[in-house]
């Protein structure tokens, strides 16, 4: 089963907002990874977590926070977000972090700031 | 860090020809080259991927070919069907990282007319 599960699929929220994104995998993956995708664009990696630990950030503004409450979850918590951050946020997982691993997406969160 | 080029940005065809997507990168320590096909609204869906000790792979109706030396691999579908019709994304994998960093390539939209 190669399955990365988000929730919600939709998300409107306003700039003083708080919501969380939601993704869940039972590959039994070590790595989770998010990522932003704008409209015509590929994907831009945001956070990696290995090991349920944070191993990468890039550069991300602290209006998002990720959170790996165990292996099979992986939570962004939005806040005070900009109309600039709409757009697709997808969720992956691989079985390790090391590279030549395939990472599957999950189906993302379309949000919308307004 | 690496960098991937891909071309071309459009490719339109008729259904049953073939379609040849290239891309280089810049890191010759790359590893892993995988390839994802996004429909209109869907997830990136990981559809080959070859790593750097084969220089060929197929699966049916697609093939993936890496040249290491003049770092670069191609994708070929051949017999195209209109549902062959999305935005197809090459990555690539660093071979100094150890956390899965994917660089994607900016994206083919392929259209198959019927």
């Known amino acids: 089963d190669t399955e990365v599960t988000q929730t919600p699929k939709h998300l409107v929220m306003g700039m003083t907002n708080k919501k969380s994104l939601k993704c869940e995998q039972h590959?039994?993956?070590?790595?989770m990874y998010w990522y932003k995708q704008k409209a015509k664009k590929p994907p831009e990696l945001m956070f990696v977590y290995s090991y349920e630990k944070l191993s990468i950030n890039e550069s991300v503004p602290s209006r998002f926070s990720p959170e790996c409450p165990n292996s099979s979850l992986l939570n962004l918590h939005l806040h005070a977000l900009q109309p600039e951050d709409s757009a697709l946020y997808l969720c992956a997982s691989s079985n390790r972090t090391s590279g030549r691993t395939e990472q599957y997406f999950g189906p993302g969160t379309r949000l919308t700031v307004t | 860090g690496e960098n991937v080029e891909q071309h071309p940005s459009t490719l339109s065809v008729q259904e049953g020809d073939s379609a040849v997507i290239k891309c280089t990168y810049s890191?010759?320590?790359?590893?892993?080259f995988p390839w994802y096909k996004q429909e209109l609204g869907k997830r990136p869906q990981l559809i080959i991927d070859?790593?750097?000790?084969?220089g060929e792979k197929k699966d049916q109706r697609i093939a993936v070919t890496l040249n290491k030396t003049a770092k670069h691999f191609s994708l070929h579908i051949t017999e195209t069907q209109p549902e062959d019709s999305a935005v197809y994304f090459c990555?690539?994998?660093?071979?100094?990282?150890?956390?899965?960093?994917?660089?994607f390539g900016q994206g083919t939209i392929l259209t198959v007319h019927p």
């Open positions: 890191d010759s320590a790359s590893n892993y």
């Open positions: 990555a690539a994998i660093g071979g100094g990282t150890s956390y899965g960093k994917l660089t």
């Open positions: 070859i790593r750097s000790n084969v």
């Open positions: 590959m039994g993956h070590r790595a």
